[in-house]
């Protein structure tokens, strides 16, 4: 199936649309029901609403300061939330009643919703019971071409029920804000769904013709320079259907097209949005409409560097193919180069490993030229260690001003062709906790040596993530609560671990220095009361999920294997 974004029916659900059984004259309803719902339940928000319109004697503007209703909602087996009222402005000037409550669905959870009228002697209830799906997490898979056209497809496991979804830009050198980060949305996207299995999607994005045919629209073709893309794919529950038609606004609001209340009008639903990021090539970004500096193959990184057996290991970090053959790995001096002249093909997300007879030692600066000989990428290496010199996780680099540290890189353990580990792990992330705005993680302490440690969910804003803070005197455990740079989302993500040793002047030089990430750890999505983590403490244990919180204390409980 084919389908939009639904953007229209969001808009209908919390913006100004009315339903109600008309006749002959528009403005007069005829109906013994009391209010009209419209919204949504999201498992992945901290706030809910959910818009309630009084039905009146006719239909006029839903203006008064508050309501008289009262509105609560229960999940099955569990206690009320009270639901506080909040008239509204809308974007087109109307005005509306809101209702809200600061509490999180959980996933899979029946609830149910009603509004009953207060200070009459026969009070009048609607009501709906909304099944809120399982949380997901949306995958990335290798681009598609066909023809002139370029689509990225998108996987998501596990859930009831997806329709559509909004694909964004993130662009710099847009006319209001040039030199910022501007996040440009394309509408109506026609998103190819397939489910292949039950409960198991496959969407196909239209990247290309869907950007460059909005780029035109908007006059901006040749003027932005392309950072990311990302599309948020829309989950929802069974009953949130496409209607016959799609989502026309004059379709879904006659009474009976796409309603699911009792004993009133309208619609509530449960679902919420799995985003995914990711580069496009340099070529697609051309053809796209983008402005392009930077040679095809910028998007590789020399990402390991064998310091004892001569090899270079490129990375290709987005989800297209690049070709290398014919550029030239240097040390700089024309007799230290080595052409890469056999298959130079790297694979979506693959590795490509150049065996050379360079000597490489602290200090080098190893580059990969193009075909014309100017430099596309480099590499510093600032250990003499043996073994192999690059970064970790693969492909990140974030160097620190006036010949500061490289967050990133570091001495590793050898790994040709396969992600890289670092050398030496003072420390590693024991235990994430996601639910609510308190989530928390936990720091396993590997060594003695006095260090400073930090956690962060946003690789370039590490300096300004969470610190973790002694939990035991036998500093086997450090924790850190979300907040800043470290934000633990519903819906998974990827939690990065810095650790500095300190090192006070008067102190003779500690047996390891180091300033860098040192663990990284990717996370699905979370059972709201259960945490993920090592099953014994540790990195000789298994990483599992299902497990009791347990903050600053031992993991304990059984639970799934969980992927890395």
Not at 68 to 85: C, I, L
Not at 130 to 145: D, F, H, W
């Amino acid at each position: 199936m084919t389908a939009r974004p639904p953007l229209l029916l969001l808009a209908a659900l919390l913006g100004g649309a009315l339903l109600g059984g008309c006749e002959e004259d528009p403005s007069v309803l005829r109906t013994d029901l009391a209010f009209t719902l419209y919204g949504y339940l999201d498992p992945t928000a901290d706030r809910q609403a959910i818009r309630v319109i009084p039905i009146g004697a006719t239909i006029g503007a839903d203006t008064a300061r508050t309501i008289n209703a009262a509105v609560v909602s229960a999940e099955a087996g569990g206690p009320e939330v009270a639901w506080r009222d909040s008239l509204v402005t809308f974007a087109d000037g109307s005005t509306g009643h809101v209702f809200v409550a600061d509490y999180t669905p959980a996933p899979g959870a029946a609830v149910t919703f009603a509004v009953t009228e207060t200070g009459v002697d026969a009070p009048r209830t609607a009501s709906v019971e909304v099944l809120v799906p399982p949380i997901a997490q949306s995958r990335i898979e290798p681009a598609t071409v066909s023809g002139a056209q370029v689509s990225y497809p998108i996987s998501i496991d596990g859930v009831p029920n997806i329709i559509g979804g909004t694909l964004r830009l993130f662009v710099t050198g847009f006319p209001a804000a040039p030199a910022d980060t501007t996040v440009l949305t394309v509408p109506e996207v026609e998103v190819d769904i397939e489910e292949v299995a039950p409960g198991d999607w496959r969407l196909s994005v239209p990247f290309l013709s869907a950007t460059r045919q909005y780029l035109e629209q908007q006059s901006l073709l040749g003027t932005l320079s392309l950072l990311s893309a990302e599309f948020g794919t829309f989950v929802a529950n069974d009953e949130w259907a496409v209607p016959a038609g799609g989502f026309d606004l004059d379709a879904i609001v006659e009474p009976g097209t796409f309603s699911n209340v009792d004993n009133g009008f309208g619609f509530v639903g449960a679902g919420y949005e799995a985003p995914v990021r990711w580069t496009p090539s340099i070529s697609t970004q051309s053809r796209a409409g983008f402005q392009i500096t930077d040679d095809p193959a910028s998007v590789v990184v020399i990402n390991e560097v064998s310091l004892t057996d001569g090899w270079v290991e490129l990375y290709n970090p987005i989800p297209e193919p690049v070709e290398v053959t014919g550029y030239v790995l240097t040390l700089g001096p024309t007799d230290t180069n080595r052409e890469i002249s056999t298959d130079g093909t790297i694979g979506a997300r693959g590795f490509l490993v150049v065996d050379t007879d360079l000597a490489f030692a602290e200090g080098d600066r190893v580059a990969l030229l193009n075909a014309s000989g100017s430099e596309v990428t480099s590499t510093f290496i600032a250990s003499d260690e043996t073994g192999s010199y690059g970064s970790f996780p693969d492909g990140l680099s974030l160097q620190l001003p006036r010949g500061g540290a490289n967050l990133f890189k570091g001495p590793l353990t050898p790994t040709r062709g396969g992600p890289n580990q670092v050398s030496f792990v003072p420390a590693v992330i024991n235990e994430v906790y996601t639910a609510g705005p308190n989530g928390w993680g936990e720091v396993f302490l590997l060594s003695d040596q006095d260090a400073s440690y930090t956690l962060s969910t946003d690789p370039l804003l590490l300096l300004s993530g969470v610190p973790t803070r002694l939990e035991e005197p036998e500093h086997t455990f450090r924790t850190a609560t979300e907040g800043g740079s470290f934000v633990l989302e519903q819906t998974g993500g990827v939690v990065y671990l810095l650790a500095a040793s300190i090192v006070r002047p008067e102190d003779p030089p500690p047996p390891q220095e180091f300033f860098r990430v040192v663990d990284v750890r990717t996370y699905g999505p979370q059972d709201p009361t259960r945490s993920i983590g090592y099953l014994p403490d540790g990195p000789s244990g298994t990483f599992r999920d299902g497990l009791v919180p347990t903050r600053g204390q031992a993991n304990a409980a059984t639970g799934r294997i969980a992927g890395r």
